[in-house]
């Protein structure tokens, strides 16, 4: 019962760090433009 308090406060920080990262992401505009990566594959020639 007593790790309760070890891995309750440490999975709430898991998914603070996972919502910080998202939010970090949107704010930035990493998901501004999804489509433009796929046209700049390499070409093989």
Do not use: E
Not at 3 to 32: E, H, N, R
């Amino acid at each position: 019962m007593t790790i309760l308090l070890l891995l309750l406060p440490l999975s709430l920080l898991f998914v603070a760090a996972i919502g910080g990262f998202l939010a970090w992401a949107v704010l930035t505009g990493q998901y501004d433009d999804t489509d433009a990566a796929a046209g700049h594959l390499p070409d093989d020639d």
